[in-house]
């Protein structure tokens, strides 16, 4: 089955700081997600991006279909954006989930 | 977006016991999810449902079933509960826009002692 990791698993930062989290997945898909799972468990949806580039507020994203990789760009990092940071894609109508990465940010 | 709430919240439970988390959305929305995530890992499928008469297992189905019991209603229940089972549970449907963006309910937090 398909395969998607992320990178890098840990991250520290200082607040302020900008970061790039990296998603790569093994074969083509109909569709990827970025999430964000705050400390207290809840998962809120930053992007539905199957190809291209999007922006909100301090985050962006970015997916290269043909080269089966996604990139999530946080600026100017609030001690608010902690927590694990998940890409998920679409095989077969379920989501495959990568490991995550957890941010921390210092403040 | 769909409005997801899940049921209980969190649950502690005995080993052997039979327990039923619920789910609910607000938007009538055709395809509902049960995942499970484990501590450090992504979530994984359960069982998922694009129709009340349409149910199919997911990737770790075994000691798990569900009901759609209406359009906006997908219980997962837990027969015979173990500690193995101790998990963050999610539902999630998808968006009004597309079938392939999922959106996720609060979560239910069960540990099996």
């Known amino acids: 089955g398909i395969q998607v990791e992320q990178s890098p698993p840990d991250l520290i930062l200082q607040e302020g700081a900008n970061s790039t989290l990296r998603c790569n997945f093994s074969?083509?898909?109909?569709?990827l997600q970025w999430f964000h799972q705050n400390p207290w468990g809840q998962l809120i949806n930053l992007f539905y991006?199957?190809?291209?580039?999007k922006q909100n507020g301090r985050l962006s994203a970015t997916t290269v279909a043909t080269e089966r990789y996604s990139l999530l760009y946080i600026s100017s990092s609030q001690t608010t954006d902690s927590g694990v940071y998940f890409c998920?894609?679409?095989?077969?109508?379920?989501?495959?989930w990568g490991a995550g990465t957890k941010l921390i940010i210092k403040p | 977006d769909a409005d997801v709430t899940q049921t209980p919240r969190n649950r502690i439970t005995k080993t052997g016991k039979r327990i039923m988390l619920e789910c609910s959305q607000t938007?009538?929305?055709?395809?509902m999810y049960w995942y499970r995530q484990d501590p450090g890992l992504g979530l994984r499928l359960i069982y998922y449902?694009?129709?009340?008469?349409?149910?199919n297992k997911g990737e770790i189905s075994d000691g798990y079933s569900v009901s759609r019991q209406a359009q906006a209603k997908f219980s997962l229940s837990l027969e015979s509960a173990i500690p193995n089972q101790t998990a963050l549970y999610f539902c999630?449907?998808?968006?009004?826009?597309?079938?392939?963006?999922?959106?996720f309910g609060p979560g239910t937090r069960l540990t099996v002692l």
């Open positions: 999630a449907t998808h968006s009004g826009l597309s079938y392939n963006e999922q959106f």
């Open positions: 938007k009538g929305h055709d395809r």
């Open positions: 449902s694009f129709d009340v008469k349409d149910i």
């Open positions: 074969d083509s898909v109909n569709n």
């Open positions: 991006i199957p190809s291209g580039t």
């Open positions: 998920a894609v679409d095989s077969n109508y379920q989501l495959i």
